[in-house]
């Protein structure tokens, strides 16, 4: 009996061992970051967008030297910049209102197949010797409009993926995906114009648009995530967060550190 009783006790410190060495794990400073890629949606989720946010940047550094190799004027570069991120500037708040209150899922669905299909459109038409300066600046209209709605619903989306515990983790992880497709992205659009030209740029970031949708359209939310999908509309909700913003120390103090380091990065 006595044995029956260690060997009993034996197993429950085993039990207990493996928990502690899990919590020890998860609590280190690796488990945490990694903790979102413990969900698969997200693994997959994240895969797809260093694919989509790199095709974005490839197709950016062929339209900017498109533009400049046909109009041989560096002013309209400025002007294909504010096309790009003058909906943005204009109607951020609008949209992450509309984020709020929408399913992020179906949202971010039409945003990026709005945005695959302006990729597939400046593809025919380079395609075809039709591309001109107008087609551009109102092709990134349409993506800069698309994209007020789409950046903030995906950063919103980690947590209908991953819950509130993970939100940490997979910001971090989205900002690695940003950053890696910045070196990613620019590389391989210099690449691709160096080879086949713009063509092929527009060609590869429609096709990266295929991944993050082909996730979307099988993944399933996160148990958590009902409830943030339901809010009613409010009237005045976007004003509101532009008041939350400028009231909130720490975020007033932020604005414009972002805004600083948007303006680095263009």
């Known amino acids: ?24 794990r998860k609590d280190t400073v690796f488990g945490r970051i990694g903790g979102a890629l413990r969900e698969r949606d997200f693994r997959w989720w994240f895969a797809g967008q260093i694919t989509s946010a790199s ?14 190799q046909t109009t041989g004027d560096a002013v309209w570069l400025s002007v294909l910049t504010l096309c790009t991120m003058g909906p943005t500037l204009v109607g951020g708040a609008w949209a992450g209102a509309v984020v709020d209150r929408s399913d992020r899922r179906r949202l971010l669905i039409v945003t990026q197949s709005v945005l695959m299909g302006v990729a597939a459109a400046l593809t ?31 950063q919103v989306y980690v947590v209908d993926l991953v819950g509130a515990d993970g939100v940490a983790s997979a910001v971090g992880l989205w900002e690695v995906a940003l950053n890696a497709s910045r070196v990613v992205g620019p590389g391989l659009g210099g690449a691709l114009l160096a080879g086949p030209g713009a063509t092929a740029c527009f060609g590869v970031n429609a096709c990266s648009y295929l991944a993050p949708l082909i996730v979307l359209l099988r993944m399933k939310p996160h148990a958590g ?11 005045g909700a976007a004003r509101d967060g532009v008041r939350y913003a400028f009231r909130s120390p720490v975020i007033r103090a932020l604005l414009p550190m972002s805004a600083a380091s948007g303006l680095i990065c263009i």
């Open 1 to 24: 009996m006595s044995a029956t009783i260690e060997a009993g006790v034996g197993a429950e410190d085993i039990r207990d061992g493996k928990d502690i060495r899990e919590d020890i």
């Open 55 to 68: 095709g974005v940047m490839a197709q950016g550094v062929a339209l900017s030297w498109w533009m400049l």
């Open 124 to 154: 025919v038409l380079a395609a075809t010797g039709t591309l001109a300066a107008w087609n551009v600046l109102v092709a990134s209209v349409v993506s800069g409009a698309a994209m007020a709605v789409d950046s903030p619903a995906r």
């Open 225 to 235: 995530a009902a409830s943030a999908t339901k809010a009613t509309r409010v009237r």
